[in-house]
């Protein structure tokens, strides 16, 4: 599915069509691909750097381990405005033979990675993460928090919807990346 187009308030819908409850695939989270985030957002050369500081974190995870979930984008970056950053809410399984005290430990040897305030200053990102590999209600009671902070602007508890992003396979990521290439060359700007 493509990125719904924003709707006359700036956000994305928190559904299309006509009604919610209808086709689940209408309601957000979006499914997207890395590529159609690109597309979506990357006008400006500044949403270009956000955009690629987190393809670079996508890839982190990876050489971390963390493969396998998926991503929920909010915020002000997928709104009308000029953001400072991109929300992102990780639902990830742990590498194999990672127990929780494992976990811990890996986050805590990467915090550029992991924690909220290292990964602002590294990679413009405000990180959230839930361990799909929790207890069920653990996992359950996560989802609903998240999904309650981030489907409402928090200036006007305007709804509005979110995109989800499989953490898939470099290669997808590398279509994205090019096309951020591709563009900011023809900008005249190089993106780090």
Not at 42 to 70: C, E, M, N, P, Y
Not at 142 to 150: K, V
Request: glycine share 6%.
């Amino acid at each position: 599915m493509p990125v719904p187009p924003l709707n006359i308030q700036g956000v994305l819908p928190p559904f299309t069509g006509r009604d919610p409850g209808a086709v689940p695939t209408d309601l957000s989270p979006y499914t997207v691909q890395p590529i159609d985030v690109v597309n979506a957002f990357g006008s400006t050369v500044d949403r270009l750097d956000i955009l690629t500081k987190w393809l670079a974190h996508r890839d982190q995870l990876r050489q971390l381990g963390l493969a396998s979930g998926f991503q929920w984008l909010d915020g002000s970056f997928v709104e009308r405005k000029n953001p400072d950053d991109l929300d992102v809410v990780t639902f990830f399984l742990r590498p194999r033979a990672t127990n929780a005290n494992d976990m811990a430990l890996l986050m805590a040897q990467n915090p550029n990675v992991f924690s909220r305030l290292a990964a602002k200053g590294t990679y413009r990102l405000d990180v959230f993460w839930i361990d799909m590999n929790a207890r069920p209600e653990a996992v359950v009671d996560a989802t609903r928090y998240y999904c309650g902070l981030f489907s409402h602007r928090r200036v006007d508890y305007l709804w509005k919807g979110m995109l989800r992003v499989d953490l898939g396979p470099k290669a997808v990521d590398d279509i994205a990346v090019a096309a951020i290439q591709q563009a900011a060359a023809l900008n005249g700007q190089a993106v780090p």
